[in-house]
């Protein structure tokens, strides 16, 4: 059962997705939005992880956090002060990508139950449970002269974690968020370099891609082109995990030469659980659809969306939380006012990001769990 709740400390609003079973909760998602954006960073981030810290207290001990992510607006001025200030107790990952609300940061963060975290190498952290170990990398970075050098090093060193814990990419990496500085010149690099490790590995368009976001964003560090976070997970079976296609409404990506899956669907014992890709408003045909009108594309995207939950026999109510990307940041009160209208009951949080393709002026990525019958 998913439930919803919306809570206030003095500077911040809190919206917390729950989903529990007969056995109680067994994950949750977090979104802490600022609500005085006149207040300094140092102020900002500090009413942020106050109520973070309120919310674990209506979580109880059995529920931990796996990843947090912090939205910044000034990533140069503000993220050491994340890193001085944040419990390093699970995957970190700070990212340049502005609330739209004004504020100059915000929060997400993924929680589990009767898991126990532990701090591996270079950002690597493992939440194990009784049969499964849910591997989270965040804010992997690589040097190299050129976007695609720092993809290919990114992604090699990640394949190097991976196997140290006797996993792979193809088998074991079910999400992966990249975020691309200057995406509208860089993501052609990008992309070459992930395709290029995707075929050594075996992730090709006859076997099977992963799960993905490629969006706008950058860190702290100006000689930085690209940052990846990664979720893997040891312990499942082949046929726990399916891939979502929705091929009435949407193309292949390999179609337009990119390599990533649309959605996944994990099944657990008590759950299914399903990662949306960052989704456009795009057709079948990989066009897209209503150039320049900002609610026609918002309500294509969400039709994609819909039509890959329904491949998991899922719809929106099964959501857990939203992350929203806008191109033009003059889009977010339409926006925001069709989103709160259309999913009153689920986090979301509106970012500026801009979207892989210059003529998409929206994107959205999810989180769906349901109780597995």
């Given at each position: 059962?998913?439930?919803?709740?919306?809570?206030?400390?003095?500077?911040?609003?809190?919206?917390?997705?729950?989903?529990?079973?007969?056995?109680?909760?067994?994950?949750?998602?977090?979104?802490?939005?600022?609500?005085?954006?006149?207040?300094?960073?140092?102020?900002?981030?500090?009413?942020?992880?106050?109520?973070?810290?309120?919310?674990?207290?209506?979580?109880?001990?059995?529920?931990?956090?796996?990843?947090?992510?912090?939205?910044?607006?000034?990533?140069?001025?503000?993220?050491?002060?994340?890193?001085?200030?944040?419990?390093?107790?699970?995957?970190?990952?700070?990212?340049?990508?502005?609330?739209?609300?004004?504020?100059?940061?915000?929060?997400?963060?993924?929680?589990?139950?009767?898991?126990?975290?532990?701090?591996?190498?270079?950002?690597?952290?493992?939440?194990?449970?009784?049969?499964?170990?849910h591997l989270w990398l965040s804010q992997a970075?690589?040097?190299?002269?050129?976007?695609?050098?720092?993809?290919?090093?990114?992604?090699?060193?990640?394949?190097?974690?991976?196997?140290?814990?006797?996993?792979?990419?193809?088998?074991?990496?079910?999400?992966?968020?990249?975020?691309?500085?200057?995406?509208?010149?860089?993501?052609?690099?990008?992309?070459?370099?992930?395709?290029?490790?995707?075929?050594?590995?075996?992730?090709?368009?006859?076997?099977?891609?992963?799960?993905?976001?490629?969006?706008?964003?950058?860190?702290?560090?100006?000689?930085?082109?690209?940052?990846?976070?990664?979720?893997?997970?040891?312990?499942?079976?082949?046929?726990?995990?399916?891939?979502?296609?929705?091929?009435?409404?949407?193309?292949?990506?390999?179609?337009?030469g990119v390599r990533f899956e649309r959605g996944t669907a994990?099944?657990?014992?008590?759950?299914?659980?399903?990662?949306?890709?960052?989704?456009?408003?795009?057709?079948?045909?990989?066009?897209?659809?209503?150039?320049?009108?900002?609610?026609?594309?918002?309500?294509?995207?969400?039709?994609?969306?819909?039509?890959?939950?329904?491949?998991?026999?899922?719809?929106?109510?099964?959501?857990?939380?939203?992350?929203?990307?806008?191109?033009?940041?003059?889009?977010?009160?339409?926006?925001?006012?069709?989103?709160?209208?259309?999913?009153?009951?689920?986090?979301?949080?509106?970012?500026?990001?801009?979207?892989?393709?210059?003529?998409?002026?929206?994107?959205?990525?999810?989180?769906?769990?349901?109780?597995?019958?």
């Amino acid at each position: 059962m998913n439930t919803f709740q919306v809570f206030s400390t003095d500077d911040a609003r809190v919206e917390c997705s729950f989903f529990s079973t007969e056995r109680g909760v067994q994950e949750a998602h977090l979104l802490i939005h600022v609500t005085q954006n006149e207040k300094s960073f140092q102020q900002q981030l500090q009413a942020v992880q106050t109520a973070f810290e309120v919310a674990r207290q209506h979580w109880g001990t059995n529920m931990v956090p796996v990843m947090e992510r912090y939205f910044l607006s000034d990533a140069i001025n503000q993220e050491a002060l994340v890193w001085q200030s944040a419990h390093h107790v699970c995957a970190l990952s700070i990212v340049q990508q502005p609330p739209l609300d004004g504020t100059k940061v915000a929060l997400w963060v993924y929680g589990l139950a009767n898991v126990t975290v532990e701090n591996l190498t270079d950002g690597l952290f493992a939440a194990r449970s009784e049969h499964f170990t849910h591997l989270w990398l965040s804010q992997a970075t690589a040097c190299g002269d050129t976007i695609g050098e720092q993809t290919h090093h990114i992604l090699e060193h990640y394949v190097h974690q991976l196997k140290k814990h006797d996993c792979t990419l193809a088998s074991h990496c079910v999400r992966t968020w990249f975020f691309v500085d200057d995406i509208d010149h860089q993501y052609t690099g990008f992309v070459g370099a992930r395709n290029s490790l995707f075929d050594r590995e075996g992730l090709t368009p006859d076997t099977h891609f992963i799960a993905s976001t490629g969006i706008g964003g950058r860190t702290g560090d100006v000689s930085t082109r690209v940052m990846m976070d990664a979720y893997a997970v040891y312990g499942m079976h082949p046929k726990q995990i399916t891939h979502l296609y929705a091929l009435d409404h949407l193309n292949r990506t390999s179609d337009y030469g990119v390599r990533f899956e649309r959605g996944t669907a994990i099944d657990y014992t008590d759950r299914r659980l399903v990662f949306i890709s960052g989704t456009a408003s795009i057709n079948h045909l990989g066009e897209v659809v209503a150039p320049g009108d900002i609610r026609q594309q918002t309500q294509r995207m969400w039709e994609n969306v819909k039509a890959l939950l329904a491949e998991a026999r899922m719809d929106f109510t099964h959501l857990a939380q939203l992350l929203v990307y806008l191109r033009d940041p003059s889009d977010y009160a339409v926006v925001h006012k069709m989103f709160t209208q259309q999913f009153p009951s689920t986090p979301f949080i509106i970012l500026l990001a801009p979207v892989c393709r210059p003529s998409w002026l929206i994107e959205m990525e999810c989180v769906a769990v349901k109780s597995n019958e």
